[in-house]
């Protein structure tokens, strides 16, 4: 499946479910090779993790914003940047609700796709960028 069609499928079942008002906008840009079942499966969960804190952290008290999802290739790697404009990250480790998803966003990335997550803290929204490199699966053969 084509990462441009996992990660709208998610941000909009997510966002029907968490903010049935319609209060945060979601934008998504690029697209990227499809990949392979393994690979699909953990970027999704990877991006259930992102999606569903920003909704749930990013914009308190019936604050509206936007989340962004940003999906592209350098050389033989794969990005895909998810982003807020919501209170922003400082915000939300001193208030400690990024502890458990920060763990499973890292140990996704790392063990299930080879990459690397990088947090970008800013006094203003959220940007977690995830790198990984592109594999091709294997080919099943018969003899």
């Known amino acids: 499946m084509p990462i441009r069609e996992i990660a709208e499928r998610m941000a909009q079942r997510l966002r029907s479910a968490m903010d049935p008002e319609g209060r945060v906008q979601l934008q998504l840009s690029g ?4 990949l392979d079942e393994r690979q699909g499966f953990a970027l999704a969960l990877a991006l259930n993790e992102l ?3 920003a909704l749930r952290h990013a914009f308190p008290n019936g604050r509206g914003g936007t989340i962004t999802i940003d999906i592209h290739e350098n050389e033989d790697e794969i990005v895909v940047e998810v982003a807020d404009d919501g209170i922003g990250t400082q915000a939300a480790l001193e208030a400690e609700i990024l502890g458990s ?3 499973i966003v890292d140990a996704l990335v790392r063990f299930e796709l ?8 800013a006094s203003q929204g959220t940007r977690v960028r995830i790198s990984f490199p592109r594999t091709v699966a294997p ?4 003899n």
């Open 114 to 121: 080879g990459g690397r997550v990088e947090y970008v803290t």
């Open 139 to 142: 080919r099943l053969t018969f």
């Open 101 to 103: 998803g920060r763990s």
């Open 51 to 53: 999606i569903t804190n």
């Open 31 to 34: 697209d990227s090779d499809t």
